[in-house]
Each structure stands twice: as C-alpha cells, then as structure tokens.
C-alpha cells in the first residue's frame, strides 16, 4: 500500500484547509485511517483516526471541534478537513493505514505517507 497526501500549504490563522491521503497497490477500505503531525523540533503526534467503516473516531483534544476526519472507500481516499486552524498546528501532516481500531499509536499503523506541510501565519 502506498499513501500520498495532499492539500497542504501555506494559510493564515483561522482559515481551513483540507488535506486528501490516497491509497494505491492495495485498497486500504479495510484499514484504520490515521493522522498525524510533526511540527520542527517535537515528536510526531496523534491527530485523529478512523476505523474502516466510520464506526469509531479519534481526535485528539488539540484538536477537536476544529478537525474532522473522514474516508471515502470507494476512492481509497482518507481525508482531513481542518477548521480554525492555529499557528500552532504547523506541522508535517502523514497519514497511515492500520489494521486495528482507531488507536492512537503510530507502531500499530503499518503504512505512512511522506507528509505534507501546513503552515499557519499569524
């Protein structure tokens, strides 16, 4: 399975901006669906998940309220909708398919994107 996510960019603070991870060489209809984010200097973090079906959902506390996450299985297509976003939601944004609920641990994730960036300006 390979992931590639896009949507990332450069944004002003409160404005929102949707990010797309699509899988290909496997569909991923089968898998969690998380991401998570990297901003320069900290660890990678938990952002939100979503088991196969939408059944299950996640977000961290950062961020909820503002992001919602959501799939669309038919196009092997996970998707970030992020709302009111904050310059401290800069980060490096990859998503990853697993096969367990919507856990927040990236070791239970078995494939990664490479990211994209987000960067909110004040």
């Known amino acids: 399975v390979q992931l590639v996510e896009s949507g990332g960019g450069l944004v002003q603070a409160g404005d929102s901006v949707r990010l797309s991870c699509v899988g290909s060489g496997r569909t991923i209809f089968s898998y969690t669906i998380g991401w998570f984010r990297q901003a320069p200097g900290k660890e990678r973090e938990f952002v939100a998940a979503i088991t196969w079906n939408g059944g299950t959902i996640q977000y961290a506390d950062s961020v909820k309220g503002r992001f919602t996450i959501s799939r669309d299985n038919a196009q092997n297509t996970g998707y970030l909708q992020m709302n009111s976003l904050k310059p401290e939601d800069t980060a490096v944004y990859s998503c990853?398919?697993?096969?367990?609920?919507?856990?927040?641990?990236?070791?239970?994730?078995?494939?990664w994107g490479q990211g994209t960036q987000v960067t909110v300006s004040s």
């Open positions: 990853a398919a697993g096969s367990v609920l919507a856990t927040t641990n990236t070791g239970d994730y078995y494939y």
